[in-house]
């Protein structure tokens, strides 16, 4: 009986123990929070003493849980002549291989600063994600014991002016880029209330991600867990980005963009504090067993905005179809005539977006009633290009649009030469317009292009001039 009580004590005991555990983290990532994100650091803007305050913070924090510094002697990387500075701690594996392999947990800590006069305080961008940062750092250095691979903590300066932050760090670690196993940047995660989710953003980047990020025995009680395959916005970004570009997995850990982004009205006391408590649990959970998982490996997949697309792409093509004339008044247009043309394109990418230029040598061909035409043409097509791409960009889909200047050097009607000074013109111009499928390395497609000015000089008898409209097959080589 009395062991019956005893046990019953300690199990007691330690559910007291837990909940005041939880209750505490809550208090400390209150306490974080607040801190960033009050009226006195500014809105914390990059190279500023306010920011300069903020890492202080950040590294007292550390100090105090014993985490050690990443470098010999501080916590503190300065760059860009010392106007930034990253904050690097580390917690070590050890593992006798394993501990020189690292993950690396990051998250920014500068803001917006003031505007017009009103102060950016960006309680959830990123005070929530730096809160959570310098408590993870305190649950990892409790199991440093069990941890295997090393963990390195980095809060990042000017993310906001262009991830010069991360991108420094990794630049500096350029000699053991190899033995970066993963990088999660913690971003904006104070607002889970109103997300009903957390999201861990690029699962696809890791062998069997997405079961790591949703294996049940790591998520605390209470919080709902996504893994979503790759980033996908072209419009925002985090500190992932220059890792991702180097082929290194990442994880975007955040709870999205419910609260009021980028305004000023991103203030502390709207912070989910029990939700930002389970997502520091359970990050904590899963950097463990990611530390401790001897299997783990890239993918070997990234995310496609991440990924460096070609910015210049070049092509041979071949084009076959038809034209015919469009008279510009009467119900009538003449009959077609086969056409072809070879040519040269280029393409020059902006993600979903592109601009192609192309010069072609083009055989016109139209039935006329005083014999048949066919001029050759050089022609220069320009055209806006609106495109969706594969992950791998082994494959995309485009519609595009634009104009064309065409110079006509030769010609016949019937067996007779072109008279370009009396009868017709030797220049055109007008639209171009079509779809492609890019299988690469080659691309099929359609075009259609519009004459706006005239072939003839002068009208026929119903007082109608002729205009070209061609329609083409398109097969290309991308090299």
Known sequence: MERFWGITFLFITSIILSANAQTSLEERLEQHVYTLASDSLQGRKAGTIYAQKAAQYIMKQWEEIGIEPYFTSSFLQQFNNSQFQNVVGIVRGNDPVLKNEYIIVGAHYDHLGVKNEKIYNGADDNASGVATLIELGRALKRIQSDLMRSVLLVAFDAEEVGLFGSTYFLNSMEAQADNI????????????????????????????????????????????????????????????????????????????????????????????????????????????????????????????????????????????????????????????????????????????????????????????????????????????????????????????????????????????????????????????????????????GYTWRRALTNFTQSPNDDNAYIRNRTNYFTISYIF
């Open 181 to 444: 196993r993963l990088m999660i940047s913690i971003d904006m995660v104070g607002w889970y209330q109103a997300s009903n989710e957390v999201q861990y953003v690029g699962s696809g980047t890791i062998k069997g991600g997405k079961g790591i990020i949703e294996n049940t025995q790591l998520i605390p009680a209470g919080l709902h867990v996504v893994g979503k395959k790759f980033e996908k916005s072209l419009f925002t970004a985090t500190d992932t980005q220059p890792f991702a570009a180097k082929g290194i997995p990442t994880l975007a850990v955040t709870t999205g963009l419910k609260s009021p982004y980028h305004k000023p009205e991103d203030e502390a006391h709207l912070i989910d504090f029990d939700g930002m408590a389970l997502i520091t649990t359970h990050l904590k959970n899963v950097v463990e067993a990611i530390s401790c998982d001897m299997d783990f490996e890239s993918s070997g997949k990234v995310a496609k905005k991440h990924r460096s697309q070609p910015r210049v792409e070049f092509g041979l093509s071949v084009n076959a179809g038809s034209n015919h004339h469009h008279y510009t008044k009467g119900a009538l247009d003449g009959k077609s005539a086969s056409s072809f043309g070879v040519g040269l394109g280029s393409q020059v990418n902006f993600g979903f977006f592109a601009l192609r230029p192309e010069v072609f040598y083009d055989h016109v061909r139209a039935k006329y009633p005083a014999g048949n035409i066919a001029t050759n043409n050089l022609t220069v097509p320009v055209s806006f290009v609106l495109q969706y791409v594969k992950d791998d960009f082994s494959t995309s889909a485009d519609m595009f649009l634009g104009g064309y200047y065409s110079v006509r050097f030769g010609g016949n009607m019937g067996k007779e030469k072109i008279d370009f000074e009396n009868i017709f013109n030797r220049r055109e111009s007008g639209i171009t317009y079509g779809i492609g499928l890019f299988v690469r390395p080659f691309k099929i």
